[in-house]
Structures are given as C-alpha cells and as structure tokens.
Nanobody, 115 residues
Framework: QVQLVESGGGLVQPGGSLRLSCAAS????????MGWYRQAPGKQRELVAR???????NYADSVQGRFTISKNNAKSTVYLQMNSLKPEDTAVYYC?????????WGQGTQVTVSS
C-alpha cells in the first residue's frame, strides 16, 4: 500500500518560514520524481516545486528564490523549505510521486500565512 504522509504545515506570519516533509512508503522512492503542489480556496491545484529522480529541480515562478525542494532517498522523504512566506502562499500543500503512469498523492497539509 502506497502512502505519502505530509507534515510541517501550520500558521506562520508573513516573512516567516516553514519546512514541509513528505514521508513515502510502498514505493521505490529513488525511482520517482517527487513534487509539491498547492491548492488555494477557489483556485486550481498548481505545481510549486519538483525534484526528479536525478535531483533536477524546478520551481513555480512565484516561489523561485524563496522555496527549496530536497529529498533524502535513504529516508524516502521529500522536503519543502519555505522562506519569506507571503499571504498568497496560503493553501493546502500536497506531496506528489510520479513514475511513468504511476502517480500518487498525499492527503495534504494546510499552510496559512497571516498576521
């Protein structure tokens, strides 16, 4: 059974930082491209950051320079370090694992940026 379990969300003030984690089980983690997506109320889910099996990364323009995605294959965990958070970063953040036609999602973790 595949599970992606996110953690690390919460309430933070503008300018603050959070680190999200996604622990994967039931997959050969190092084979997968791992990503973080987010969905704000009334908006479509969007890609925030992705790290490939070869450690190539890409980011949405809106988070470039503020967010960093990384992974630890030994722990089957992907991270999203979020700095200089803005109110518009408020959303539910989802972990994604992709390998060919096999795709899995976590349950999401809420991030709220507010004073």
């Amino acid at each position: 059974q595949v599970q992606l379990v996110e953690s690390g969300g919460g309430l933070v003030q503008p300018g603050g930082s959070l680190r999200l984690s996604c622990a994967a089980s039931g997959i050969i983690f190092w084979l997968y491209d791992m990503g973080w997506y987010r969905q704000a109320p009334g908006k479509q889910r969007e890609l925030v950051a992705r790290i490939t099996s070869r450690d190539n990364t890409n980011y949405a323009d809106s988070v470039q320079g503020r967010f960093t995605i990384s992974k630890n294959n030994a722990k089957s965990t992907v991270y999203l370090q979020m700095n200089s958070l803005k109110p518009e970063d408020t959303a539910v953040y989802y972990c994604n694992a992709l390998f060919g036609s096999r795709e899995f999602w976590g349950q999401g973790t809420q991030v709220t940026v507010s004073s």
